[in-house]
């Protein structure tokens, strides 16, 4: 996602002067270099300094200009978090915060690089916008939104490398604010958004042995959240599995849950949500995950 | 009152002077309609920012009151300019008014909302990057030197060659609960850390407007700061650098005295 994003802006900063780069001590790779080499004057490297890049994007913003705000979604988010809340929110200004190796991704660093709990604090911010992408695909789409239409603060939750995208013929088109089916199924149906989604079709493929059709969606914004299509996904199945890399107070189990009740929802909720807690596990994302209860085997034991 | 303000026949000194006691006379009778108000550090104030918005400031160029706790001043200062309406002004901290305490983006004039420190100078450094040929002023206080985004900002600010910004620290020395120098006696001298990061620095009476503008015209091709002495309070005998004036109205006998003094001054 980190090339995506990076060749995304630099298509769209050529033709959109308006579009600047501020990065908090990231190293420009790829097409991120290119921005840099063409246009110096939009690609800003503040330093090890997330608060100033907050507070100098808010300024951009309010010039008329298109800022980016891009480093590890940690510091990103929570480093500067009253700069986020009072010079982008408070002031409602569409700057676009990327917060980039979100979840667990990077759990060979350990918690200090995690965010487990971004998408629950950027929801509760008033006037925060919140994106996470599920593909490449899907990001280019999010990135075009926050560069022209979006008129508000949004926070970009954004994966790593080595996403796949998940887009065949029958996927619906990426559109703001609206859940998107990904694949058609009839007895089950699996919620998820971020790069986690690659465990929904590990767990379709494993079902399809079994006979069980199971159908995904991509819940990439999870503000402002899809209530409508949730309700049609209510009525449509007895049986709803959530997976996402995100801690179970405040993320899409948290969202949906509140909706069975508003909506009376009468089937089975299995939600696989990030425990409440600081694991330790440095030797990948997988085996972190499994602390959390959340593995195929897991996902496909609870059906 | 508001001829004797238009008055051109004065010197430049003079003609501030009557518009900061006006300021200040306008702050004293608004305090009598709400329950408390940061008049010390509004009064301490009052002659940077008159010089800022009735001698330096052209259209384009831009301030930011980031000890925005003294929003009481800009709002004055804004209605004098007409910017601010006299209902807007009267609803202060009103019902239906549309003014609080602290400055608030949406309100015509004001540029950012502050009243949490630190924040101003970053986004300052966005507001100026992509014009240089607009000044942005940042009016800061000496207590907010503590937040360390603002020396998160000032490095930037340096090393990216921002230098169309000019930052004035209100350097009463009081914080809102005691001496800033008992807090952070390393902060002093103000001018020598601004200057070993990058910017051009140096100090001023911050309540004699012919030396903020002499002190001024020193700035070159680096950011500039302004370290301006003032006295929290200023000029009134039983406020002046007292920290209960930090957060409180004058009551009546206390208002008259006031007025009183700032009629002499004036003279």
């Known amino acids: ?303 | 009152m508001m001829k004797n303000i238009y008055t051109k026949n004065n010197t430049l000194t003079k003609e501030s002077k009557i518009r900061c006691n006006y300021f200040r006379k306008k702050i004293l009778a608004i305090s009598q309609t709400v329950p408390a108000l940061h008049i010390g550090g509004a009064f301490s104030s009052i002659e940077i920012i008159d010089v800022v918005y009735n001698i330096l400031k052209n259209k384009k160029d831009k301030f930011i009151l980031s000890k925005g706790h003294a929003g009481i001043l800009l709002y004055v200062v804004l209605n004098y300019l007409k910017i601010i309406t006299n209902t807007q002004l009267k609803n202060y901290c009103k019902k239906k008014g549309s003014l609080g305490v602290h400055p608030d983006y949406k309100t015509p004039g004001v540029e950012a909302s502050t009243g949490s420190l630190g924040h101003g100078l970053s986004i300052a450094a966005g507001l100026a990057y992509p014009d240089k040929k607009k000044t942005l002023y940042v009016l800061m206080s000496d207590g907010e030197m503590h937040e360390g985004s603002i020396w998160e900002a000032a490095l930037l600010i340096s090393s990216k060659k921002i230098n169309n910004i000019i930052v004035i620290v209100d350097y009463n020395g009081l914080q809102s609960s005691t001496w800033a120098k008992d807090t952070h006696p390393s902060l002093n001298p103000i001018h020598k850390k601004f200057q070993s990061f990058g910017w051009d620095s140096v100090l001023c009476n911050g309540h004699d407007v012919a030396d903020i503008l002499k002190k001024l015209k020193k700035k070159k091709n680096k950011p500039f700061a302004l370290i301006a002495k003032t006295i929290k309070g200023y000029p009134i005998s039983f406020m002046k650098n007292n920290p209960i004036w930090h957060y409180r109205s004058p009551n009546k006998i206390e208002l008259k005295r006031s007025l009183k003094e700032l009629e002499k001054y004036e003279k």
């Not at chain 1, 480093?71 to 929110?89: G, H, K, N, Q």
């Not at chain 1, 979100?102 to 759990?107: E, H, L, S």
């Not at chain 1, 089937?267 to 696989?272: E, T, Y």
């Not at chain 1, 440095?282 to 034991?301: A, M, P, R, V």
């Open chain 1, 1 to 303: 996602m980190r090339n995506e994003f990076a060749k995304t802006i630099f298509d769209i900063g050529k033709k959109n002067k308006d579009i600047y780069i501020l990065v908090a001590d990231i190293s420009p790779a790829g097409k991120m270099f290119e921005f840099e080499k063409k246009f110096p004057d939009r690609y800003i490297n503040v330093g090890v300094a997330e608060q100033s890049m907050i507070g100098m994007g808010a300024g951009l913003a309010m010039t008329g200009k298109r800022p980016f705000l891009y480093t590890i979604s940690t510091f990103a988010l929570y480093r500067p978090f009253e700069m986020v809340r009072v010079d982008l929110c408070y002031q409602n200004i569409p700057v676009c915060l990327v917060g980039m190796g979100a979840g667990t991704i990077y759990a060979n660093l350990g918690a200090t690089h995690l965010t487990q709990e971004d998408i629950s604090v950027a929801r509760s911010i008033p006037n925060m916008q919140v994106l996470a992408p599920s593909d490449p695909l899907e990001l280019r789409n999010c990135i075009k939104f926050c560069s022209k239409e979006s008129n508000k603060p949004t926070y970009l939750r954004i994966g790593k490398s080595g996403e796949q995208t998940y887009n065949f013929k029958e996927s619906e088109k990426w559109k703001f604010g609206k859940i998107r089916k990904l694949v058609n199924g009839t007895d089950i149906c699996i919620l998820s958004f971020g790069p986690i989604i690659k465990k929904a079709f590990e767990v379709k493929e494993i079902l399809k042995k079994k006979k069980i059709s199971t159908e995904i969606y991509s819940c990439h914004t999870l503000k402002p959240f899809d209530k409508e299509r949730i309700k049609k996904i209510f009525k449509k199945f007895k049986k709803i599995i959530i997976i996402e890399d995100h801690s179970e107070i405040g993320g899409l189990a948290s969202i949906v849950k509140s909706l069975a009740y508003e909506f009376k929802f009468t089937g089975i909720l299995k939600c696989f949500s990030l425990k409440d807690k600081f694991f330790s596990c440095y030797s990948n994302q997988d085996d972190l995950l499994k602390k959390h209860g959340i593995s195929t085997k897991d996902i496909i034991k609870s059906i």
